[in-house]
């Protein structure tokens, strides 16, 4: 049988990033630094969420952490894997984005995610938004964080994920639906899993994104007016430079807006020591900063 194999004739970096979707997403702030540093270089990464990289203009491939049938011999020059979680960036007092540009020797830049939106992923979302009544959409991710689109963690990360999640999710969409369905469409980011309270599918300005691909998941953020999440992919997607979308954050232990957020967010902390709590008024005063950047924080909610 002849069988017929492609030559490599030049090998790409291969930039190892592990663990969850934020980080693998906050690496892309540097692509654009590492190709001004060598623009001949190929840059390949390997995460696990190869689809967000898979239509980059500046990455040459995109592979998943557990694929095994990889030569990388063949296809890959150097190995490169610097650690954010083995470095001085332990000390929580510098940006995640800062400690790779240390690590890669890059100039200090901004806190943004460099990613791109496929044709296919921008006609598919833009059906979505068909559906939305011509409103402008705010997206919600109270509930989930890093387990959007994964296979199911340990007991213990699983345990770690449902603090993260904000448990007043009825209360505070419902207060959102009443004062502000007219003018705006609100659009729940979850899996199947995500514990959201049933009687929320009753809204008719109320939609659910529920398990799509990563890729559309940033896709549909570069839309939207503004978003409201927990410590999760949303407000790093709602980050992209270029098409900043300021939204409101909320925050629980152990992750801070200092080491892996944005500052241009409305970063709200915990009222609680372990988990996600925040009072519903706190954040619709948040809120309508950003949609009422003129209104005073003493002005009844419309």
Not at 47 to 63: A, E, G, N, V
Not at 76 to 90: A, N, Q, R, V
Not at 193 to 211: I, K, T
Request: glycine residues 4%; negative net charge.
């Amino acid at each position: 049988m002849l069988v017929h194999w492609p030559e490599v004739p030049v090998k790409s970096d291969l930039h190892i990033v592990e663990n969850g979707l934020g980080k693998v997403a906050l690496w892309s702030n540097i692509i654009h630094d590492l190709k001004k540093k060598d623009p001949e270089k190929r840059i390949s990464i390997q995460s696990p969420w190869p689809d967000l990289y898979d239509k980059h203009k500046d990455i040459y491939s995109s592979i998943h952490t557990m694929d095994q049938s990889v030569d990388y011999k063949k296809y890959f020059d150097k190995m490169i894997y610097h650690e954010p979680y083995k470095s001085h960036y332990l000390k929580k007092d510098i940006h995640m984005t800062k400690a790779w540009r240390d690590m890669y020797d890059l100039p200090d830049g901004d806190t943004c995610i460099d990613l791109h939106v496929s044709e296919p992923d921008a006609l598919y979302c833009n059906q979505i938004i068909s559906n939305m009544q011509e409103k402008p959409y705010v997206l919600l991710q109270l509930k989930g964080g890093t387990n959007v689109g994964q296979k199911a963690y340990s007991p213990d990360h699983q345990g770690f994920m449902k603090a993260r999640n904000y448990e007043m999710d009825y209360e505070l969409v419902t207060e959102l639906y009443n004062n502000y369905n007219e003018d705006y469409f609100f659009l729940i980011i979850r899996t199947k899993n995500d514990p959201y309270s049933p009687s929320l599918e009753n809204y008719p300005e109320l939609g659910f994104l529920e398990d799509e691909k990563i890729s559309v998941l940033h896709a549909i953020a570069q839309n939207c007016k503004t978003f409201i999440s927990i410590d999760s992919c949303v407000q790093h997607f709602c980050s992209q430079r270029g098409n900043i979308k300021k939204g409101v954050v909320m925050w629980g232990a152990p992750t801070d807006p200092i080491t892996i957020g944005h500052d241009w967010n409305v970063n709200l902390m915990s009222e609680h020591p372990s988990k996600v709590s925040v009072g519903v008024n706190t954040v619709m005063e948040a809120f309508e900063s950003i949609i009422k950047p003129n209104k005073k924080i003493d002005e009844p909610t419309k």
